[in-house]
């Protein structure tokens, strides 16, 4: 079962457009404000804890373990960065290169599961 143990929650920055219907997944933090991450390549800034609408505050869990939704199958262990929707994926290091790992799977999952992620998004770095 998913759990949280927060570490860092940012809570200072506005949702650019209506994130009500995408708590738990990544986002990323632009000149805009908080916004869901949009493709593959994009650097996470944590995954939106609330549902805030545009120009409400967005809070963002940035380390800690977080409950985050799973865009396919992950295993124990997993490096994993974000789908272009904002979703979970697992990233194989050495291959995604282009891709942000932002944490570890701290249990398994299939698509649209939320699970826990150890989550470092303070400087996620790429899976080389």
Known sequence: MAF???VLVDS?????????THQY??????????????????KPFGVLQNAPTAGQAAEVMRL???????GGTIAVGAAVGTS??????SKTLGTDITHFVA????????????????????????AV
């Open 4 to 6: 949280e143990i927060p």
């Open 12 to 20: 200072k920055h506005r949702a650019f457009a209506d994130l009500s």
């Open 25 to 42: 997944k990544f986002v990323k933090l632009t000149s805009n404000g908080i916004e869901l991450v949009s493709a593959l390549t994009d």
């Open 64 to 70: 800690g373990l977080t409950k985050v939704i799973s």
């Open 84 to 89: 272009a929707a904002g979703l979970a994926l």
């Open 103 to 126: 944490g570890v799977a701290d249990e398994a999952s299939v698509i649209n599961d939320i699970f826990t992620l150890g989550i470092n998004c303070l400087a996620p770095g790429r």
